[in-house]
């Protein structure tokens, strides 16, 4: 029977799973290497090894209401798009209000997870820690990797010809914190993802100029969206994903494109995707147009060389006198202390996990990676899920139905990466948000049944179906239910327009 749990991590997934596992009636340890928790929402001055780092300037993508944890909204009198300091104190408020802290061993790094020797018998990890120089082994019944996927910067300089001669400066986007360094450069930041293009648009206020390099284009939307209301308030709904589904994938395709280029046209602007008809995930920023509108940030392609102060560029084009360059070219998946490293593989980027968080291949599933996946939805409410989900396979077991969904994976790639085809042309573990959380909500008892709730509560049953997809729906019912749920949904747009 699973009693210990081990947690990796004290970010916004490492909570979650702390708190999931209280709520079963677990005994979770949760070991931080950090003095603090918050992982990738604690701001720092200087990156920490090991740890995810952020610029100063850094809001969220998802609103209040649609990236809470589901039985705790923020405040009131908080922003809609919140900035990492607000985040962080938020994060602090949920630990305290559900007496966390005291499960989390702060300054503590775990060096080395490793099966027990009768661990197809009994699914037992030893973990190894280390704190002040002193190492600790420990014996759990199940552990839980909550250590995010924004640790290791993916540095590809085979993949550009050149740069050992580039006599500027250059750096991951994981270094940048603030733009006043760069004041009077010219500045080239490589890769058109959401952190590329937020460092693009803050350099460009301080820069003498900008250059955004892209290999294959996106789709770009604004935080604010029809009517002047949250984007995904407005998308993010149980109807739009019917009907997403419903449709043929010509048609959803043809819509998903029209949608994107409803306000502008893409190739106008030098971003549209290569495959025009990708679902690859957009990005979300408010000032870039403007920015690239105004002169300040020119939209340049792929590079194909490095010169001493120059850039060539695939179209054939030179940029002459170039100071700095900033690769926002992301992160791989590492987990260095896996002992046996066969057992979380990443190849390519990508990681066979089923239901992407447990290794297939486990005799017993006592092992889940929590806040791995990438969805349009929010990853606060999704880690939540997660751990919810990944805590009744602990207890329960789900071997059996985990091998034949394997088997029928095979045919559709909906259980294990690589990625979903929708969503063919990334390399995160990619899927869409409502279906995957209705997979796992299922599994577990607690997906809302829209049909019941339209016999014993019409109102609410059309807030759930038509309104936005808030993390409060997956506490209406099932394990770990809160009786503020529906008064929750009743008064999100309340605390939207406030």
């Not at 920490?48 to 909204?73: H, L």
């Amino acid at each position: 029977m699973v009693r210990r749990v081990a947690v990796v991590g004290a970010g916004i997934s490492g909570l979650a799973a702390t708190k999931c596992c209280l709520e079963e009636g677990l005994e979770p340890t949760c070991f931080e290497q950090s003095e603090d928790l918050g992982g990738l929402w604690r701001y720092t001055e200087k990156p920490e090894e090991g740890r995810a780092s952020i610029y100063c300037n850094v809001f969220t993508n998802s609103c209040k209401e649609m990236m809470c944890y589901p039985d705790f909204p923020f405040p009131d009198d908080y922003p809609n798009y919140i900035h990492n300091k607000r985040l962080y104190q938020y994060i602090r408020d949920y630990a305290q209000h559900f007496d966390l802290l005291r499960h989390i061993r702060f300054k503590t790094l775990v060096t080395k997870i490793k099966k027990r020797p009768d661990f197809s018998a009994t699914g037992q990890w030893e973990v190894v820690t280390q704190r002040d120089g002193k190492e600790e082994a420990a014996v759990f019944d199940a552990v839980m990797v909550c250590t995010g996927h924004h640790v290791y910067p993916n540095l590809p300089l085979a993949s550009f010809p050149g740069i050992e001669k580039f006599k500027g400066c250059y750096l991951h986007s994981r270094e940048y914190k603030e733009p006043e360094k760069f004041r009077g450069k010219k500045v080239l930041v490589v890769g058109l993802g959401n952190s590329g293009c937020d460092i693009a648009v803050e350099l460009s206020t301080v820069a003498s100029q900008v250059y955004l390099s892209t290999r294959s284009g996106s789709w770009v939307m604004s935080r604010v969206w029809n009517f002047g209301y949250p984007w995904d308030m407005l998308l993010i709904t149980r109807f739009w994903t019917w009907l997403d589904n419903f449709l043929p994938k010509s048609v959803s395709d043809w819509l998903f494109v029209r949608s994107m280029n409803q306000q502008y046209k893409h190739e106008d602007f030098g971003l549209m995707p290569l495959d025009g008809a990708s679902r690859k995930e957009p990005l979300l920023n408010d000032d870039i147009l403007s920015r690239i509108t105004c002169g300040v940030v020119l939209i340049k392609p792929n590079v194909k060389e490095f010169r001493e102060t120059s850039v060539l560029f695939q179209d054939g084009t030179v940029q002459d006198d170039v100071d700095v360059v900033i690769f926002a070219t992301g992160y791989s998946h590492s987990f260095p202390f896996m002992e046996d490293k066969s057992i979380i593989e990443s190849k390519n980027n990508e990681v066979a996990l089923y239901k992407y968080m447990v290794p297939p291949q486990l005799e017993k599933p006592t092992l889940a990676v929590i806040g791995l996946v990438q969805s349009f939805g929010s990853a606060i409410p999704t880690a939540d899920v997660q751990c919810r989900w990944a805590v009744k396979v602990f207890q329960a077991g789900m071997q059996d139905v985990m091998l034949k969904e394997i088997r029928r994976a095979k045919a559709t790639p909906l259980f294990l990466c690589p990625l979903s085809q929708r969503f063919r042309t990334s390399k995160t573990l990619q899927t869409d948000y409502i279906t995957y959380m209705n997979e796992l909500t299922s599994a577990i008892g607690a997906k809302p049944n829209v049909l019941k709730l339209l016999l014993t509560d019409p109102q609410l049953a059309l807030k759930v179906f038509f309104g936005p997809c808030t993390p409060y729906q997956f506490r209406l019912t099932g394990p770990g239910k809160w009786s503020g749920a529906r008064r929750a949904i009743f008064t999100q747009w309340d605390r939207t327009l406030k």
